[in-house]
Protein backbone atom coordinates (compact mmCIF):
# COMPACT_ATOMS: atom_id res chain seq x y z
CA UNK A 1 0.00 0.00 0.00
CA UNK A 2 1.40 3.38 -0.71
CA UNK A 3 0.76 6.60 1.40
CA UNK A 4 2.16 9.96 -0.75
CA UNK A 5 2.42 12.63 1.37
CA UNK A 6 2.35 16.36 -0.27
CA UNK A 7 4.38 18.67 2.27
CA UNK A 8 6.60 21.46 2.96
CA UNK A 9 9.89 21.86 5.25
CA UNK A 10 9.09 24.76 6.37
CA UNK A 11 5.00 24.11 7.20
CA UNK A 12 3.97 23.53 10.52
CA UNK A 13 0.76 21.17 9.72
CA UNK A 14 3.04 18.96 7.73
CA UNK A 15 5.41 19.05 10.75
CA UNK A 16 2.95 17.99 12.72
CA UNK A 17 0.65 16.19 11.10
CA UNK A 18 3.44 13.62 9.51
CA UNK A 19 4.45 12.94 13.00
CA UNK A 20 1.05 12.12 14.06
CA UNK A 21 1.36 9.79 10.29
CA UNK A 22 3.87 7.79 11.45
CA UNK A 23 2.78 7.34 15.11
CA UNK A 24 -0.12 5.79 13.53
CA UNK A 25 1.76 4.11 11.10
CA UNK A 26 4.27 2.42 13.61
CA UNK A 27 0.71 1.18 15.74
CA UNK A 28 -0.79 -0.50 12.59
CA UNK A 29 -0.61 -3.96 11.98
CA UNK A 30 0.46 -4.17 8.23
CA UNK A 31 3.16 -1.17 8.61
CA UNK A 32 5.60 -3.64 6.86
CA UNK A 33 3.42 -3.60 4.27
CA UNK A 34 2.80 0.01 3.66
CA UNK A 35 5.15 2.40 1.51
CA UNK A 36 5.61 6.01 2.94
CA UNK A 37 6.92 8.71 -0.27
CA UNK A 38 7.78 11.99 -0.15
CA UNK A 39 6.22 14.74 -2.65
CA UNK A 40 7.20 18.15 -2.59
CA UNK A 41 5.05 21.18 -2.86
CA UNK A 42 6.63 24.73 -1.98
CA UNK A 43 4.26 26.99 0.20
CA UNK A 44 6.30 29.76 -1.67
CA UNK A 45 7.47 28.82 -4.97
CA UNK A 46 10.18 31.23 -7.13
CA UNK A 47 11.50 32.57 -3.54
CA UNK A 48 14.60 34.37 -3.94
CA UNK A 49 17.14 31.86 -2.37
CA UNK A 50 19.22 34.43 -1.17
CA UNK A 51 16.48 35.20 0.67
CA UNK A 52 16.96 34.03 4.29
CA UNK A 53 14.59 35.75 6.93
CA UNK A 54 13.43 35.07 10.65
CA UNK A 55 9.79 33.79 10.58
CA UNK A 56 8.39 36.36 12.79
CA UNK A 57 9.81 39.17 10.45
CA UNK A 58 8.35 37.16 7.66
CA UNK A 59 4.48 36.74 9.05
CA UNK A 60 4.49 39.92 10.62
CA UNK A 61 5.30 41.42 6.94
CA UNK A 62 2.04 39.06 5.59
CA UNK A 63 -0.51 39.41 8.59
CA UNK A 64 0.87 41.64 10.58
CA UNK A 65 0.55 41.49 14.06
CA UNK A 66 -1.75 38.46 13.60
CA UNK A 67 1.03 36.26 11.79
CA UNK A 68 3.41 35.85 14.86
CA UNK A 69 0.41 34.94 16.99
CA UNK A 70 -1.25 32.19 14.56
CA UNK A 71 2.68 30.35 15.02
CA UNK A 72 2.50 30.75 18.46
CA UNK A 73 -1.24 29.08 18.65
CA UNK A 74 0.35 26.51 16.70
CA UNK A 75 3.40 26.01 18.55
CA UNK A 76 1.13 25.49 21.58
CA UNK A 77 -0.65 22.79 19.94
CA UNK A 78 2.58 21.39 18.50
CA UNK A 79 4.26 20.87 22.18
CA UNK A 80 1.37 19.82 23.62
CA UNK A 81 1.56 17.00 20.96
CA UNK A 82 5.68 16.84 22.29
CA UNK A 83 7.11 18.11 19.59
CA UNK A 84 9.70 20.76 20.15
CA UNK A 85 9.02 23.88 18.22
CA UNK A 86 10.55 27.35 18.48
CA UNK A 87 9.11 30.66 16.97
CA UNK A 88 12.07 31.75 16.42
CA UNK A 89 13.18 30.17 13.39
CA UNK A 90 14.17 30.84 9.94
CA UNK A 91 12.20 30.61 6.87
CA UNK A 92 13.58 30.74 3.04
CA UNK A 93 13.48 28.80 -0.59
CA UNK A 94 12.95 25.24 -0.14
CA UNK A 95 13.70 24.05 -3.55
CA UNK A 96 17.13 22.69 -2.56
CA UNK A 97 15.88 20.59 0.35
CA UNK A 98 13.24 19.15 -1.62
CA UNK A 99 15.73 18.67 -4.38
CA UNK A 100 17.78 16.33 -1.70
CA UNK A 101 14.48 14.59 -0.96
CA UNK A 102 14.10 12.96 -3.82
CA UNK A 103 17.61 12.13 -4.12
CA UNK A 104 16.57 10.61 -0.49
CA UNK A 105 13.98 8.96 -2.46
CA UNK A 106 16.24 7.28 -4.57
CA UNK A 107 18.54 6.15 -1.73
CA UNK A 108 15.25 5.52 0.18
CA UNK A 109 16.28 7.51 3.09
CA UNK A 110 13.75 10.22 2.06
CA UNK A 111 11.40 9.85 5.40
CA UNK A 112 14.79 9.91 7.41
CA UNK A 113 15.42 13.07 5.74
CA UNK A 114 12.18 15.15 6.20
CA UNK A 115 12.70 14.21 9.74
CA UNK A 116 15.92 15.52 10.13
CA UNK A 117 14.78 18.56 8.21
CA UNK A 118 11.94 19.16 10.24
CA UNK A 119 13.61 18.87 13.70
CA UNK A 120 16.31 21.36 12.41
CA UNK A 121 13.81 23.80 11.76
CA UNK A 122 11.00 23.84 14.18
CA UNK A 123 13.08 21.89 16.82
CA UNK A 124 16.46 23.85 16.71
CA UNK A 125 15.62 27.53 14.65
CA UNK A 126 18.49 25.88 12.67
CA UNK A 127 19.22 26.97 9.05
CA UNK A 128 17.48 24.28 6.33
CA UNK A 129 18.09 26.92 3.63
CA UNK A 130 22.41 26.87 2.63
CA UNK A 131 24.12 24.41 1.25
CA UNK A 132 26.49 23.73 3.52
CA UNK A 133 23.69 23.00 5.83
CA UNK A 134 22.14 20.67 3.95
CA UNK A 135 25.18 18.67 2.99
CA UNK A 136 25.81 17.86 7.10
CA UNK A 137 21.94 17.13 7.31
CA UNK A 138 21.97 14.86 4.37
CA UNK A 139 25.08 13.37 5.14
CA UNK A 140 24.31 12.90 9.03
CA UNK A 141 21.01 10.32 6.85
CA UNK A 142 23.60 8.26 5.60
CA UNK A 143 23.64 10.06 2.01
CA UNK A 144 27.02 9.78 0.41
CA UNK A 145 28.39 13.74 0.64
CA UNK A 146 29.59 13.46 -2.90
CA UNK A 147 25.97 12.73 -4.52
CA UNK A 148 24.63 15.04 -2.21
CA UNK A 149 27.11 18.06 -3.24
CA UNK A 150 26.91 16.82 -6.55
CA UNK A 151 22.88 17.33 -6.67
CA UNK A 152 23.25 20.68 -4.60
CA UNK A 153 25.70 22.27 -7.24
CA UNK A 154 23.04 21.77 -10.30
CA UNK A 155 20.07 23.26 -9.98
CA UNK A 156 18.30 21.32 -12.65
CA UNK A 157 19.09 17.92 -10.65
CA UNK A 158 16.14 16.56 -9.69
CA UNK A 159 14.25 19.70 -10.55
CA UNK A 160 11.66 17.81 -12.89
CA UNK A 161 10.61 15.65 -10.03
CA UNK A 162 9.84 18.09 -8.08
CA UNK A 163 7.52 19.75 -10.54
CA UNK A 164 5.79 16.68 -11.01
CA UNK A 165 4.96 16.42 -7.24
CA UNK A 166 3.89 19.86 -7.35
CA UNK A 167 1.83 19.70 -10.94
CA UNK A 168 0.20 16.53 -9.37
CA UNK A 169 -0.71 18.02 -6.32
CA UNK A 170 -2.60 20.83 -8.68
CA UNK A 171 -4.36 18.49 -10.68
CA UNK A 172 -5.81 16.35 -7.55
CA UNK A 173 -7.00 19.52 -6.33
CA UNK A 174 -4.52 20.28 -3.42
CA UNK A 175 -4.29 23.84 -2.82
CA UNK A 176 -2.46 23.22 0.42
CA UNK A 177 -0.59 21.01 2.39
CA UNK A 178 -0.19 18.28 4.20
CA UNK A 179 -1.80 16.37 1.56
CA UNK A 180 -2.53 12.55 1.96
CA UNK A 181 -2.70 10.03 -0.74
CA UNK A 182 -3.96 6.50 0.07
CA UNK A 183 -2.88 4.23 -2.08
CA UNK A 184 -4.03 6.92 -5.08
CA UNK A 185 -7.55 6.15 -3.86
CA UNK A 186 -8.46 8.60 -1.01
CA UNK A 187 -7.25 11.28 -0.34
CA UNK A 188 -7.01 13.79 2.90
CA UNK A 189 -6.14 17.29 3.28
CA UNK A 190 -4.78 18.79 6.31
CA UNK A 191 -3.15 17.90 9.52
CA UNK A 192 -5.93 15.35 10.67
CA UNK A 193 -5.40 13.99 14.56
CA UNK A 194 -3.39 10.89 14.77
CA UNK A 195 -6.29 8.79 14.84
CA UNK A 196 -8.37 9.75 11.76
CA UNK A 197 -4.64 8.43 9.57
CA UNK A 198 -5.02 5.55 11.68
CA UNK A 199 -8.68 4.84 10.40
CA UNK A 200 -7.63 5.71 7.02
CA UNK A 201 -5.09 3.49 7.09
CA UNK A 202 -6.99 0.36 8.17
CA UNK A 203 -10.33 1.61 6.21
CA UNK A 204 -7.55 1.70 3.24
CA UNK A 205 -6.18 -1.71 3.82
CA UNK A 206 -9.52 -3.08 3.85
CA UNK A 207 -10.83 -1.94 0.32
CA UNK A 208 -6.93 -2.55 -1.23
CA UNK A 209 -9.02 -5.29 -3.65
CA UNK A 210 -10.61 -3.44 -6.55
CA UNK A 211 -14.29 -4.58 -6.78
CA UNK A 212 -15.21 -6.34 -10.02
CA UNK A 213 -18.34 -4.06 -11.36
CA UNK A 214 -19.36 -6.86 -13.86
CA UNK A 215 -19.09 -10.41 -13.77
CA UNK A 216 -22.35 -11.44 -15.97
CA UNK A 217 -19.56 -11.44 -19.59
CA UNK A 218 -18.77 -14.14 -21.16
CA UNK A 219 -15.03 -15.74 -19.46
CA UNK A 220 -12.91 -18.55 -20.48
CA UNK A 221 -11.71 -20.46 -17.74
CA UNK A 222 -9.00 -22.30 -16.65
CA UNK A 223 -11.08 -25.45 -17.29
CA UNK A 224 -10.73 -24.90 -20.99
CA UNK A 225 -15.02 -23.92 -21.04
CA UNK A 226 -16.21 -20.51 -22.74
CA UNK A 227 -19.76 -21.22 -22.75
CA UNK A 228 -22.12 -18.44 -24.06
CA UNK A 229 -23.73 -17.26 -20.95
CA UNK A 230 -27.53 -18.13 -21.33
CA UNK A 231 -30.26 -14.95 -21.14
CA UNK B 1 -5.59 6.41 -18.56
CA UNK B 2 -4.49 3.24 -18.10
CA UNK B 3 -6.11 0.03 -19.01
CA UNK B 4 -5.39 -3.62 -19.00
CA UNK B 5 -6.74 -6.30 -19.85
CA UNK B 6 -5.66 -10.28 -18.93
CA UNK B 7 -6.11 -12.90 -21.35
CA UNK B 8 -5.11 -15.48 -23.28
CA UNK B 9 -4.19 -15.98 -27.34
CA UNK B 10 -6.39 -19.04 -27.38
CA UNK B 11 -9.29 -17.51 -25.49
CA UNK B 12 -12.32 -17.24 -27.36
CA UNK B 13 -14.07 -14.63 -25.56
CA UNK B 14 -10.82 -12.62 -25.20
CA UNK B 15 -10.62 -12.80 -29.03
CA UNK B 16 -13.91 -11.32 -28.87
CA UNK B 17 -13.91 -9.13 -26.06
CA UNK B 18 -10.81 -7.40 -27.14
CA UNK B 19 -12.15 -6.45 -30.77
CA UNK B 20 -15.20 -4.95 -29.24
CA UNK B 21 -12.61 -2.94 -26.72
CA UNK B 22 -11.02 -1.46 -29.23
CA UNK B 23 -13.55 -0.44 -31.73
CA UNK B 24 -15.46 0.90 -28.22
CA UNK B 25 -11.98 2.75 -27.86
CA UNK B 26 -11.42 4.24 -31.33
CA UNK B 27 -15.01 5.75 -30.38
CA UNK B 28 -14.08 7.04 -27.65
CA UNK B 29 -13.11 11.02 -27.86
CA UNK B 30 -10.05 10.96 -24.98
CA UNK B 31 -8.64 7.77 -26.41
CA UNK B 32 -5.07 9.41 -27.44
CA UNK B 33 -4.92 9.40 -23.34
CA UNK B 34 -5.47 6.05 -23.38
CA UNK B 35 -2.49 3.07 -22.85
CA UNK B 36 -3.72 -0.55 -23.31
CA UNK B 37 -1.72 -2.86 -21.93
CA UNK B 38 -1.70 -6.88 -22.41
CA UNK B 39 -1.56 -8.82 -19.32
CA UNK B 40 -0.54 -12.30 -19.16
CA UNK B 41 -3.26 -15.23 -18.45
CA UNK B 42 -2.64 -18.92 -19.19
CA UNK B 43 -5.89 -20.96 -19.53
CA UNK B 44 -3.45 -23.70 -19.34
CA UNK B 45 -0.46 -23.17 -17.40
CA UNK B 46 2.16 -25.91 -17.49
CA UNK B 47 1.17 -27.70 -20.65
CA UNK B 48 3.53 -29.73 -22.28
CA UNK B 49 4.83 -27.40 -24.97
CA UNK B 50 5.30 -30.09 -27.56
CA UNK B 51 1.68 -31.23 -27.56
CA UNK B 52 0.01 -29.59 -30.18
CA UNK B 53 -3.48 -30.61 -31.21
CA UNK B 54 -6.71 -30.10 -32.65
CA UNK B 55 -9.60 -27.73 -30.79
CA UNK B 56 -11.99 -30.74 -31.41
CA UNK B 57 -10.01 -32.90 -30.10
CA UNK B 58 -8.90 -30.91 -26.82
CA UNK B 59 -12.79 -30.14 -26.36
CA UNK B 60 -13.88 -33.65 -26.55
CA UNK B 61 -11.63 -34.73 -24.17
CA UNK B 62 -12.74 -32.38 -21.55
CA UNK B 63 -16.33 -31.71 -22.26
CA UNK B 64 -17.68 -35.12 -24.51
CA UNK B 65 -20.03 -34.07 -27.35
CA UNK B 66 -20.51 -30.63 -25.77
CA UNK B 67 -17.41 -29.37 -26.15
CA UNK B 68 -17.19 -28.80 -29.68
CA UNK B 69 -20.68 -27.56 -29.65
CA UNK B 70 -19.90 -24.70 -27.23
CA UNK B 71 -17.02 -23.61 -29.20
CA UNK B 72 -19.87 -23.77 -32.53
CA UNK B 73 -21.87 -21.63 -30.19
CA UNK B 74 -19.08 -18.83 -29.90
CA UNK B 75 -18.16 -18.86 -33.42
CA UNK B 76 -21.67 -17.70 -34.89
CA UNK B 77 -21.63 -15.09 -32.13
CA UNK B 78 -17.81 -13.74 -33.07
CA UNK B 79 -18.77 -14.35 -37.29
CA UNK B 80 -22.32 -12.07 -36.76
CA UNK B 81 -19.58 -9.26 -35.47
CA UNK B 82 -17.50 -10.43 -38.67
CA UNK B 83 -14.63 -12.15 -36.60
CA UNK B 84 -13.42 -14.55 -38.55
CA UNK B 85 -13.47 -18.12 -36.86
CA UNK B 86 -12.29 -21.61 -36.90
CA UNK B 87 -13.78 -24.46 -34.98
CA UNK B 88 -10.85 -26.83 -36.82
CA UNK B 89 -7.86 -24.52 -35.15
CA UNK B 90 -5.27 -25.91 -32.71
CA UNK B 91 -4.21 -25.31 -29.54
CA UNK B 92 -0.65 -25.69 -27.14
CA UNK B 93 1.23 -24.16 -24.72
CA UNK B 94 0.71 -19.65 -24.89
CA UNK B 95 3.66 -19.25 -22.93
CA UNK B 96 5.98 -18.32 -25.48
CA UNK B 97 3.52 -16.25 -27.13
CA UNK B 98 2.92 -14.78 -23.89
CA UNK B 99 6.77 -13.90 -23.42
CA UNK B 100 7.15 -12.59 -26.93
CA UNK B 101 3.76 -9.84 -26.24
CA UNK B 102 6.03 -8.69 -23.11
CA UNK B 103 8.92 -8.51 -25.32
CA UNK B 104 6.48 -6.13 -28.09
CA UNK B 105 5.09 -4.54 -24.92
CA UNK B 106 8.50 -3.08 -24.45
CA UNK B 107 8.79 -2.05 -28.20
CA UNK B 108 5.15 -0.62 -28.29
CA UNK B 109 3.98 -3.57 -30.53
CA UNK B 110 1.84 -5.70 -27.99
CA UNK B 111 -1.71 -4.52 -29.60
CA UNK B 112 -0.72 -5.08 -32.70
CA UNK B 113 0.93 -8.41 -32.28
CA UNK B 114 -1.52 -9.63 -30.06
CA UNK B 115 -3.68 -9.18 -33.42
CA UNK B 116 -2.17 -11.06 -35.50
CA UNK B 117 -1.52 -13.68 -33.54
CA UNK B 118 -5.70 -13.85 -32.50
CA UNK B 119 -5.94 -13.73 -36.56
CA UNK B 120 -3.49 -16.46 -36.97
CA UNK B 121 -5.26 -18.83 -34.50
CA UNK B 122 -8.69 -17.85 -34.77
CA UNK B 123 -9.36 -16.72 -38.49
CA UNK B 124 -6.62 -19.10 -40.10
CA UNK B 125 -6.29 -21.66 -37.47
CA UNK B 126 -2.59 -21.23 -38.17
CA UNK B 127 -0.24 -22.93 -35.43
CA UNK B 128 0.86 -20.05 -32.68
CA UNK B 129 2.51 -22.51 -30.94
CA UNK B 130 5.96 -23.05 -32.46
CA UNK B 131 8.91 -20.89 -32.36
CA UNK B 132 9.25 -20.46 -36.26
CA UNK B 133 5.45 -19.66 -36.54
CA UNK B 134 5.92 -16.86 -33.82
CA UNK B 135 9.04 -15.62 -35.14
CA UNK B 136 7.43 -14.61 -38.54
CA UNK B 137 4.38 -13.36 -36.71
CA UNK B 138 6.42 -11.05 -34.69
CA UNK B 139 8.66 -10.10 -37.40
CA UNK B 140 5.53 -9.21 -39.16
CA UNK B 141 4.71 -6.37 -37.08
CA UNK B 142 7.88 -5.04 -36.79
CA UNK B 143 9.58 -6.47 -33.86
CA UNK B 144 13.54 -7.40 -34.73
CA UNK B 145 13.92 -11.07 -35.62
CA UNK B 146 17.45 -11.00 -33.32
CA UNK B 147 15.41 -9.95 -30.21
CA UNK B 148 12.28 -12.33 -30.91
CA UNK B 149 15.05 -15.03 -31.42
CA UNK B 150 16.66 -14.81 -28.55
CA UNK B 151 13.25 -14.68 -27.13
CA UNK B 152 12.10 -17.89 -28.15
CA UNK B 153 15.47 -19.41 -27.16
CA UNK B 154 16.00 -18.47 -23.59
CA UNK B 155 13.82 -19.82 -21.56
CA UNK B 156 13.60 -17.27 -18.67
CA UNK B 157 13.08 -14.15 -20.56
CA UNK B 158 10.15 -12.15 -19.86
CA UNK B 159 9.02 -15.12 -17.59
CA UNK B 160 8.70 -13.50 -14.52
CA UNK B 161 6.45 -10.54 -16.56
CA UNK B 162 3.89 -13.24 -17.72
CA UNK B 163 4.03 -14.67 -13.92
CA UNK B 164 3.98 -11.33 -12.42
CA UNK B 165 0.63 -10.49 -14.34
CA UNK B 166 -0.97 -13.82 -13.15
CA UNK B 167 -0.13 -13.29 -9.92
CA UNK B 168 -1.97 -9.87 -10.28
CA UNK B 169 -4.77 -11.31 -11.69
CA UNK B 170 -5.30 -13.64 -8.72
CA UNK B 171 -5.03 -10.62 -6.34
CA UNK B 172 -7.80 -8.97 -8.32
CA UNK B 173 -10.01 -12.54 -8.34
CA UNK B 174 -9.84 -12.89 -11.78
CA UNK B 175 -10.22 -16.54 -12.46
CA UNK B 176 -11.11 -16.54 -15.96
CA UNK B 177 -10.37 -14.14 -18.68
CA UNK B 178 -10.81 -11.57 -20.60
CA UNK B 179 -10.60 -9.70 -17.10
CA UNK B 180 -10.66 -5.54 -18.23
CA UNK B 181 -8.51 -3.18 -15.30
CA UNK B 182 -9.62 0.41 -15.61
CA UNK B 183 -7.41 3.20 -14.69
CA UNK B 184 -6.53 0.23 -11.67
CA UNK B 185 -10.07 1.49 -10.11
CA UNK B 186 -12.45 -0.49 -11.55
CA UNK B 187 -12.38 -3.87 -13.10
CA UNK B 188 -14.55 -5.30 -15.60
CA UNK B 189 -14.76 -9.52 -15.89
CA UNK B 190 -16.11 -11.68 -19.25
CA UNK B 191 -16.77 -10.11 -22.66
CA UNK B 192 -19.12 -7.07 -22.40
CA UNK B 193 -21.01 -5.97 -25.05
CA UNK B 194 -18.99 -3.08 -26.36
CA UNK B 195 -21.24 -0.39 -25.68
CA UNK B 196 -20.30 -1.59 -21.80
CA UNK B 197 -16.99 -1.06 -22.66
CA UNK B 198 -17.38 2.38 -23.74
CA UNK B 199 -19.42 2.80 -20.85
CA UNK B 200 -16.59 1.78 -18.63
CA UNK B 201 -14.08 3.92 -20.69
CA UNK B 202 -16.40 7.36 -20.43
CA UNK B 203 -17.33 6.73 -16.35
CA UNK B 204 -13.39 5.98 -15.63
CA UNK B 205 -13.02 9.27 -17.80
CA UNK B 206 -15.55 11.37 -15.67
CA UNK B 207 -13.92 10.02 -12.50
CA UNK B 208 -10.26 10.18 -12.71
CA UNK B 209 -9.63 12.62 -10.47
CA UNK B 210 -9.74 11.80 -6.67
CA UNK B 211 -11.93 13.05 -4.79
CA UNK B 212 -10.75 14.20 -1.32
CA UNK B 213 -12.26 12.30 2.02
CA UNK B 214 -12.10 15.21 4.41
CA UNK B 215 -10.68 18.67 3.97
CA UNK B 216 -11.42 19.79 7.40
CA UNK B 217 -7.69 19.27 8.67
CA UNK B 218 -5.44 22.14 9.14
CA UNK B 219 -3.72 23.12 6.03
CA UNK B 220 -0.13 25.78 5.58
CA UNK B 221 -1.39 27.67 2.34
CA UNK B 222 0.69 29.39 -0.27
CA UNK B 223 -0.15 32.66 0.98
CA UNK B 224 1.85 31.44 3.97
CA UNK B 225 -1.04 30.91 6.42
CA UNK B 226 -1.52 28.47 8.48
CA UNK B 227 -4.34 29.20 10.92
CA UNK B 228 -5.56 26.68 13.45
CA UNK B 229 -9.11 25.82 12.54
CA UNK B 230 -11.73 26.94 15.09
CA UNK B 231 -14.10 24.63 16.60
Not at 30 to 47: A, D, I, M, T, W
Not at 57 to 65: D, E, H, I, M, W
Not at 123 to 132: D, E, H, K, V
Request: glycine share 6%.
Amino acid sequence: MLIEIWGDVVCPWCYVATARFHKALAAFEHHEEVQVRHRSFELEPGRDPAHIEPVPAFLTRRFGAQGPAMDKQVATLARAEKLPYRTDRLVGSTLDAHRLLHLAEDRGRAQQLLKVLFEANFGRAASIFTAPALLELAAGVGLERDAVQAVLEDPDAYLADVRADESAAADLGAHGVPFFLFDRRRALSGAQPAEGLAEALRSTWKTRTIPVLEAEGAVCAPDGSCAVPQP
